[in-house]
């Protein structure tokens, strides 16, 4: 089973930026992929981007495209979020986690597991 443990999140202004990594114990290559989600109070799990684990390919949802880049480390099993721009609307619980579909380029959780703990963002002046 492979273990995913988050950090990188805290308090940001509005317009600021965070990295988040996804460190990872285990055998990613396992995987299909490596993928980012947030939830925010009262509101369903979203995706917000993924990355292959095979050739790098990755996927973003609307609502980040061009303000979040994710990367990876396969020297050290870690998987990044780098967040620019930051809005309040971004606040959220993120989560890392790994997929054994070959559907995860959808970003739909439920293609998902091995989850992390998450670490909380908080965008705010």
């Known amino acids: 089973q492979l273990q995913l443990v988050e950090s990188g999140g805290g308090l940001v202004q509005p317009g600021g930026s965070l990295r988040l990594s996804c460190a990872a114990s285990?055998?990613?290559?396992?995987?299909?992929?490596i993928g980012w989600f947030r939830q925010a109070p009262g509101k369903e799990r979203e995706g917000v981007s993924c990355?292959?684990?095979?050739?790098?390919?990755?996927y973003y949802a609307d609502s980040v495209k061009g303000r979040f880049t994710i990367s990876r480390d396969n020297a050290k099993n870690t998987v990044y979020l780098q967040m620019n721009s930051l809005k309040p609307e971004d606040t959220a619980v993120y989560y890392c986690?790994?997929?054994?579909?070959?559907?995860?380029?959808?970003?739909?959780?439920?293609?998902?597991?091995?989850w992390g703990q998450g670490t909380q963002v908080t965008v705010s002046s």
């Open positions: 986690a790994a997929s054994g579909s070959y559907y995860y380029h959808l970003l739909r959780w439920q293609n998902f597991d091995s």
């Open positions: 285990g055998f990613t290559s396992n995987y299909y992929a």
């Open positions: 990355i292959s684990t095979s050739d790098g390919s990755t």
